[in-house]
């Protein structure tokens, strides 16, 4: 049973470009949430994907976008990359509902670097 | 807004030792928690969950956590350690389908 896929696994930029990350759900799931994680902390919040829209969006600028495909794998953009979004970037997905029965599964993860 | 305190940033125990990473919650409803590891350059792995069932859950590679309401906490406790389980904890909670994390501890095993 494959987990989340995530890609690539790193990945070297300069300012002010943009990127692109990606993430396969594991399968049976249907909701994908993303997550970053700077060096020595624990994972923030970015935002969460289900049925192709927008649900939560936690403290990040517009900068930060994102979209799911009909088969749930999800992107994530990054525009004007900033020396700050150097990070770990997690995908986790989920089983949308409205209990917290539900378990994240997360990927291994993006690693971008800003130069 | 629910937030989790994980106290200490590294923890180090000797192999065999007992393992105890503190986690404390802020909620006004009763919290879904989660302990989760991270080992170098790899994402998160759950250990155990808090749904509101049982007060003491029960993880994946011996670990387990006890749900006091009234010291609000979650701490996550190992009887013995191995080698294998020096990595980086998080405690989180969740609210809706948001995950807001602690800042992790480091555990360190010596032989």
């Known amino acids: 049973d494959a987990g989340v896929t995530q890609s690539p696994t790193h990945l070297i930029k300069t300012r002010g470009q943009q990127v692109t990350l990606r993430c396969s759900p594991k399968?049976?799931?249907?909701?994908v949430s993303w997550y970053q994680q700077a060096l020595g902390q624990g994972p923030q919040f970015i935002f969460q994907?289900?049925?192709?829209?927008?649900?939560q969006r936690g403290n990040f600028p517009d900068r930060f976008s994102g979209h799911q495909f009909p088969n749930y794998s999800s992107e994530l953009n990054v525009n004007a990359l900033l020396l700050g979004d150097s990070a770990l970037y997690l995908c986790?997905?989920?089983?949308?509902?409205?209990?917290?029965?539900?378990?994240?599964?997360f990927g291994s993860g993006t690693r971008l670097t800003v130069v | 807004a629910q937030s989790v305190t994980q106290l200490g940033s590294h923890v180090s125990v000797s192999e065999g030792a007992l393992v105890l990473l503190r986690c404390n919650y802020s909620s006004s409803v009763p919290p879904y928690l989660f302990w989760y590891v991270q080992y170098p350059n790899q994402g998160l792995q759950l250990l155990l969950k808090?749904?509101?069932?049982?007060?003491l859950v029960k993880g994946i590679n011996g670990f387990e956590a006890e749900f006091k309401k009234s010291e609000t906490s979650f701490h996550l406790t190992k009887p013995s350690a191995h080698m294998s389980d020096a990595a980086e904890y998080f405690c989180?909670?969740?609210?809706?389908?948001?995950?807001?994390f602690g800042k992790g501890i480091t555990l360190s095993v010596r032989p």
């Open positions: 986790a997905s989920s089983l949308w509902g409205p209990t917290g029965n539900y378990g994240y599964t």
């Open positions: 989180a909670v969740k609210r809706g389908d948001k995950l807001t």
């Open positions: 399968s049976g799931h249907d909701t």
């Open positions: 808090y749904t509101s069932a049982a007060t």
């Open positions: 994907y289900y049925e192709e829209e927008e649900r």
